[in-house]
């Protein structure tokens, strides 16, 4: 048996994998519109988590809403981000959508990770109410308290996040806002957490694609971490 170096391991298998030659599509974002750019990017970003996010209005409502740009931000402290844009023109009443407006009220919000049963919920709390509307209340949804903001919790979610405000950024002609909160308090269902580790399995999160399109988890694969001792390449006899 004849070993490689590793650095000639890569250009020994390119030479020995057939190659096609598609063809490619270039789409310049000089000109795109908003929508063109949202439907390549959503269609291939994907899955995203989603942060179905309870927020308390200044008259003591609970607004709740999905985001789907939502990931995290910092590990310690422990951080989260997601995004936030302006309503859409003609599509309510009210230009700045409750969540943003509620998170500037008060410097706190609770992120929901809703599982796939609560796929219908999650899909009808997106839609835009006045903001005198509980969207809570609307789908029956139940909340608990939380512990260290005022912004109470779903009930019937595998993981919270209680979150306090750290930051809103402005990355957007269109106005786009990055909302990053710092993790103040976990609450985890107990049969979710092992040995310092959350069964994402059992959670079953619903993860979102484009427009009213979802995804699950799927099958699970697991990949040993690479070692170049484990790894080293073998000639053929």
């Known amino acids: 048996a004849v070993f490689l170096p590793t650095k000639y391991f890569f250009n020994y298998l390119l030479e020995r994998i057939p190659m096609s030659n598609p ?3 270039k789409v310049s974002s000089d000109n795109l519109t908003k929508i063109d750019s949202y439907k390549l ?3 291939c970003i994907v899955p995203r988590p989603i942060a179905w996010i309870s927020t308390l209005s200044p008259t003591g409502l609970v607004n709740l809403a999905p985001y789907s740009a939502f990931t995290i931000a910092s590990k310690v402290p422990p951080k989260v981000l997601f995004c936030i844009s302006k309503q859409k023109p003609g599509h309510t009443d009210f230009e700045y959508k409750d969540t943003e407006v509620n998170i500037r009220h008060n410097k706190e919000f609770a992120v929901n990770i809703g ?3 609560h796929a219908e ?3 009808h709390s997106a839609y835009s109410f006045p903001p005198d509307v509980s969207e809570v209340d609307l789908l ?3 909340t608990v308290p939380s512990d260290t903001i005022a912004v109470p919790r779903l009930a019937d979610v595998g993981v919270s996040f209680e979150c306090k ?3 809103m950024i402005d990355v957007s002609t269109e106005r786009l806002l990055i909302i990053i909160g710092q993790v103040t308090m976990f609450h985890i269902r107990e049969d979710l957490f092992e040995d310092g580790k959350i069964d994402t399995m059992k959670l079953n999160p619903l993860m979102r694609i484009a427009g009213p399109n979802y995804a699950t988890l799927g099958e699970k ?3 040993p971490k690479y070692s ?3 790894h080293r390449p073998y000639d053929h006899q």
Do not use: N, P, Q, R
Request: aromatic letters at 4%; a negative charge; hydrophobic letters at 40%.
């Open 41 to 43: 990017l959503t269609g």
């Open 221 to 223: 694969i697991h990949i």
């Open 165 to 167: 405000l750290t930051d």
């Open 23 to 25: 063809s490619y599509i």
């Open 121 to 123: 919920a999650i899909e």
């Open 140 to 142: 029956g949804l139940k």
């Open 228 to 230: 170049e001792k484990a």
């Open 115 to 117: 599982s796939v049963h």
